[in-house]
């Protein structure tokens, strides 16, 4: 079972969290959470549901596993159909999502595919829509990064690859979406500390989440007068398979992910998907459109 922490009497959760060293680890692109160790928390045991998406439809990227998988499940919790986007060499760990979802009392829609296709992207709204009844929350969450030393080692595919998965996928999803949402739908992104700050090893990555930032306020402006709102969320380190996965990390760094940020460690998905549930939910930010909210652990910017 996954989360069988025992926190101490009195311990926050956010001091109950793993923390590292880990073990070192390695994984070939696109990772698995079953082979993380240690396995990350995404359940929220400590989350109180109160019916806040009810009967709404939400397609989520990336929703296999990480923060993916942390937000379709609370989505399923308050009340919410979820559709669940995924390349296929991750279909095990969409498995465990869909069975998560299930068990709220959910449906669950399965969709493999590369979101660097674009008619993948349109089709994906379209199944949704015809398979689950509409759709009312877009999650474009979904990513690809991997680090090099320096730009010059950056090819042309990969930059080419990171943008199609990350910037492409998230403005042909969202142009798809909009043919079929009404009035108190939402669009949210997955964006990065890395679009705000920088970070060096990570240069068309950290490019496509500032896109991601400018991309979301713009869009927010333009649908604000059909009842549409707009917004992302900036994560600072989290455990996931995104980093064991990118080539550029050896196991030793990933051992020690984390580390550097001011609570010493990284957020557990668990720690993330509430704040996808406030931007997804009418009753919590019907006055919130356009911007990007900072879950980055202590980390503070301006941006």
């Known amino acids: 079972m996954n989360d069988t922490r025992t926190a101490a009497q009195g311990r926050t959760q956010s001091q109950s969290e793993p923390r590292p060293p880990f073990a070192p680890q390695r994984q070939e692109s696109p990772g698995l959470e079953s082979k993380l160790d240690p396995a990350p928390h995404y359940r929220a045991r400590r989350y109180k549901a109160a019916g806040k998406l009810e009967g709404k439809v939400a397609l989520v990227t990336g929703g296999d596993s990480g923060i993916g998988r942390a937000v379709a499940i609370l989505f399923a919790r308050e009340g919410a159909d979820v559709a669940v986007a995924f390349l296929p060499e991750e279909a095990s760990d969409a498995e465990v999502t869909r069975k998560e979802i299930v068990a709220a009392g959910r449906r669950c829609l399965l969709c493999p595919g590369d979101l660097t296709d674009a008619a993948y992207c349109d089709a994906l709204v379209e199944r949704t829509v015809t398979e689950l009844g509409g ?50 739908s939402a669009i949210i992104a997955t964006s990065s500390e890395t679009g705000i700050k920088g970070s ?46 990118d080539g550029g990390m050896t196991p030793e760094r990933v051992a020690k992910f ?41 980390e503070t910017t301006g941006g």
Do not use: C
């Open 135 to 184: 759709l009312d929350v877009l999650v474009s969450n979904a990513a690809y990064q991997r680090r090099k030393k320096r730009l010059e080692d950056v090819t042309d595919d990969e930059f080419q690859r990171t943008f199609e998965t990350n910037i492409y996928a998230y403005i042909r999803l969202s142009r798809a979406a909009l043919r079929h949402m009404k009035p108190g």
């Open 200 to 245: 060096p090893q990570l240069p068309d990555y950290s490019a496509t989440k500032g896109a991601i930032n400018a991309f979301t306020k713009t869009l927010a402006q333009e649908v604000l007068d059909r009842g549409i709102r707009v917004n992302a969320v900036a994560p600072g380190p989290v455990w996931t398979p995104l980093n064991p996965s």
């Open 258 to 298: 984390g580390a550097d940020s001011p609570m010493g460690r990284p957020a557990q998905p668990e720690e993330l998907a509430p704040a996808y549930v406030y931007l997804a939910s009418e009753a919590d930010s019907s006055y919130t459109t356009g911007i990007v909210l900072q879950v980055m652990g202590g």
